[in-house]
């Protein structure tokens, strides 16, 4: 089973090194990163932390952008161009071939992120004011980009590419909107209204674990447990919404 | 590619180039008139919380852009209404965006102060930022430093420092800011206790020095308040001022007869009964 998951991320992972997209995302995420440096000239002090917010926000915009982007055709294109059913074909189950999809982006994001942070490393190496929590911070986002890839996997195999592109948006907007629920809860009078919302809160995904780019740059020490959180919170959330996409591909009747 | 195929992209190209040519004069031209000028495009500028809201999580980063914006904005001479919103830029959505960016609550009130003249207002965004920054020394630093400086308001301006001077890791130059606001807020003797205890902690000769200087004056200073006092109080007893200093720890007045930092006596003249220094201020005071 797991040499089958392999094969199908291999390919994934080939085909997506092949997508312009990619190429593009990364050419203009690397010369943003390269920009903070320009940007720190406008600035009077506050130089390092320019850069080191211009950088992290980057990575995060771009690897979310890579993911959203990539992981919303992933499943549907198949359909679309009807290669899914030659690999239907052979002995390989379909949660295999979800999986397999979802293996194959996570390895594009990988090296993706890789070459990103590698630029910004290097670039405040440079300016001599490399701090090891800013590789913290990215790891952390990375786990953020496994997420949102699961997300979008989830939508491209129950929709089409834009409607999974708004649906997987939408849900990485509420993701880190979710401390506003309290917000709005305190103005709920209904009982029922408010445990709808706390159960909506619950339930959408929390993007604000995964998010440390703030504490980093300012020195914040990070609360004790944040990144193990993180790590279970992925592992259970992700792992639901793969299960789901799992289950809907398994449902989808191909014509 | 044909020669009709490249003759009708060579038009296309040169109508491009021509519509960018004029675009780029059109917007050189007018572009400024359209987009309006001054402080008026700024009325919809929304408060930091909706930004933050907005922000999607990049409320630093969003922090920053408007920061370098403001630096850009208030360097411009030109516009000359550009303070009206120059509160609500800084505390309300800068510092609320990232309340933990120390460089638009120390900008902002530089602004404010020197450039708005509005000190009060510099001191209403530096009180938000030692809110928010309750372990930065430099913010309440900047505030009584503006007290001292800009507002001669010395009482307020010591209780800044002494509230700077609580926050762990301080430069001991803080304390000495203190000492000093204390002594020109007029209680001279707490001054003294600040100056002798910085003297004591001083672990460098250049510290130790300045300390000692300010105790010295100040402990003369104090001196001749207690005997001036004495010899009022002995005035009111006997109806005159006493023959010698002495006199004052015999009639119970004084329970030592303080000496000057040399370990001289005061100078005492009983006609004019006022006590005096023999030596000389050494911070010409």
Same mark, same amino acid.
């Given at each position: ?255 | ?64 852009? $408007?920061?370098? !914006?403001?630096?850009? +904005?208030?360097?411009?001479? &030109?516009?000359?209404? =550009?303070?009206?919103?120059?509160? @609500? ?102 001054? $003294?206790?600040? !100056?002798?205890?910085? +003297?004591?902690?001083?672990? &460098?000769?250049?510290? =130790?020095?300045?300390?000692?200087? @300010? ?71």
């Amino acid at each position: 089973m797991t040499g089958r998951i392999l094969a199908i991320a291999l390919n994934t992972f080939r085909e997506a090194i092949r997508n312009r997209i990619l190429y593009l995302l990364l050419v203009f995420a690397v010369a943003l990163i390269l920009c903070a440096q320009t940007l720190s000239l406008l600035t009077v002090g506050s130089e390092e932390k320019i850069i080191k917010d211009f950088g992290l926000a980057t990575i995060d915009l771009f690897g979310v952008l890579t993911a959203v982007l990539m992981g919303i055709g992933l499943v549907s294109r198949e359909i679309e161009r009807r290669t899914v059913y030659v690999l239907l074909a052979k002995p390989i189950h379909r949660a295999e071939f979800v999986l397999g999809k979802y293996a194959g982006l996570v390895l594009t994001l990988l090296v993706n992120t890789a070459i990103m942070a590698l630029c910004f490393v290097l670039l405040l190496l440079a300016k001599g004011i490399f701090d090891p929590g800013i590789l913290l911070a990215i790891a952390l986002l990375f786990l953020q980009f496994l997420l949102i890839t699961a997300i979008a996997v989830l939508f491209s195999c129950l929709s089409n590419p834009i409607v999974s592109c708004i649906l997987t948006l939408a849900l990485y907007a509420v993701g880190h909107l979710l401390w506003s629920f309290d917000l709005l809860r305190a103005r709920l009078a209904a009982p029922w209204a408010r445990a709808l919302c706390a159960g909506l809160q619950r339930l959408l995904p929390d993007l604000a674990p995964f998010d440390v780019k703030g504490q980093v740059v300012h020195g914040i020490p990070l609360p004790p447990g944040t990144v193990a959180y993180a790590f279970v919170y992925l592992a259970l959330y992700g792992g639901a919404v793969l299960a789901l996409a799992c289950a809907a591909f398994q449902r989808k009747e191909m014509q | 590619m044909s020669r009709k195929g490249r003759t009708g992209r060579g038009r296309f190209l040169l109508a491009a180039a021509l519509l960018l040519a004029l675009s780029v004069g059109f917007e050189k031209e007018f572009g400024a008139a359209g987009r309006g000028s001054g402080a008026a495009p700024l009325l919809y500028l929304p408060s930091g919380r909706y930004l933050k809201v907005a922000s999607l999580g990049y409320d630093e980063l969003l922090a920053d852009v $408007l920061y370098l !914006w403001s630096i850009q +904005y208030y360097s411009n001479y &030109d516009i000359g209404d =550009r303070y009206v919103y120059l509160e @609500h830029i800084y505390k309300d959505v800068i510092t609320e965006l990232d309340p933990r960016y120390l460089d638009p609550y120390l900008i902002g009130a530089m602004i404010m102060s020197a450039e708005a003249q509005d000190p009060e207002m510099a001191l209403r965004l530096l009180d938000k930022g030692i809110a928010k920054n309750p372990d930065q020394w430099i913010l309440p630093f900047e505030a009584g430093f503006l007290c001292y400086q800009t507002l001669r308001d010395y009482p307020r301006s010591s209780r800044y420092f002494e509230q700077a001077a609580a926050v762990p890791g301080v430069p001991p130059i803080v304390q000495r800011f203190k000492a000093e606001m204390t002594r020109r807020a007029g209680d001279i003797r707490a001054s $003294l206790g600040e !100056w002798a205890g910085i +003297y004591d902690a001083a672990t &460098d000769d250049y510290v =130790r020095t300045i300390a000692w200087k @300010h105790v010295h004056d100040l402990r003369v200073q104090v001196d001749l308040e207690d005997l001036t006092a004495a010899i009022a109080a002995y005035r009111d007893r006997f109806g005159r001022a006493p023959a010698g200093l002495a006199q004052l720890r015999t009639a119970g007045l004084l329970a030592e007869i303080p000496r000057d930092p040399e370990g001289r006596d005061y100078v005492y003249e009983p006609q004019s009964g006022r006590p005096s220094y023999g030596g000389v201020s050494i911070l010409g005071r």
